[in-house]
T-cell receptor
Framework: GAGVSQSPSNKVTEKGKDVELRCDPISGHTALYWYRQSLGQGLEFLIYFQGNSAPDKSGLPSDRFSAERTGGSVSTLTIQRTQQEDSAVYLC????????????FGPGTRLLVL | TQLLEQSPQFLSIQEGENLTVYCNSSSVFSSLQWYRQEPGEGPVLLVTVVTGGEVKKLKRLTFQFGDARKDSSLHITAAQPGDTGLYLCAATGPETGGFKTIFGAGTRLFVKA
């Protein structure tokens, strides 16, 4: 079956614009995660969904960041009024159920804010 | 705040050499994972270790979880160019707040042919 897909693969935007990043998890995976990876750094946890609800939003860096998941499937991460420090690779992962299950990652969206 | 510290940050070696990378923390974890990430891709899980002192082998890769479950190591025997990548350790569990997976900054390995 298909793996986790993300779109767009690359996004260049101007400071102050809003961006939407999309994640299509593996079919049947109820858990979905968003991470941010800055250049030369490890992954920073942003948010976790179980079904359509997000029990843990603690990783969102500011109120400019929001995420939603609909139909227990596709998720969108929205960054409003982008700043240069938002430039990073945004990775999505999905797993069958709880955090004990293996997380499968997508290839990421590379965001550059000019 | 739990931190996973990885060392070295960067390693460049010749094909055929052995190497060890480390993942250390001041916190105790119920499990630790090792991932490899190649350029332009997401991380791929290599192994999960759950028992203090546990040793797992995956072909030329040997993973060890410290007795106190605070640290882990990854040893690669006879490294090959295909081993090149970013090696990340990660932890998930009650210690990380339940739903959150925390990652180290990674060790970037380059194996020269």
């Amino acid at each position: 079956g298909a793996g986790v897909s993300q779109s767009p693969s690359n996004k260049v935007t101007e400071k102050g614009k809003d961006v939407e990043l999309r994640c299509d998890p593996i079919s049947g995976h109820t858990a979905l995660y968003w991470y941010r990876q800055s250049l030369g750094q490890g992954l920073e946890f942003l948010i976790y969904f179980q079904g359509n609800s997000a029990p843990d939003k603690s990783g969102l860096p500011s109120d400019r960041f929001s995420a939603e998941r609909t139909g227990g499937s596709v998720s969108t991460l929205t960054i409003q009024r982008t700043q240069q420090e938002d430039s990073a690779v945004y990775l999505c992962a999905s797993s069958l159920g709880t955090v004990k299950e293996t997380q499968y990652f997508g290839p990421g969206t590379r965001l550059l804010v000019l | 705040t739990q931190l996973l510290e990885q060392s070295p940050q960067f390693l460049s070696i010749q094909e055929g050499e052995n190497l060890t990378v480390y993942c250390n923390s001041s916190s105790v974890f119920s499990s630790l994972q090792w991932y490899r990430q190649e350029p332009g891709e997401g991380p791929v899980l290599l192994v999960t270790v759950v028992t203090g002192g546990e040793v797992k082998k995956l072909k030329r890769l040997t993973f060890q979880f410290g007795d106190a479950r605070k640290d882990s190591s990854l040893h690669i025997t006879a490294a090959q160019p295909g081993d090149t990548g970013l090696y990340l350790c990660a932890a998930t569990g009650p210690e990380t707040g339940g739903f959150k997976t925390i990652f180290g900054a990674g060790t970037r390995l380059f194996v020269k042919a």
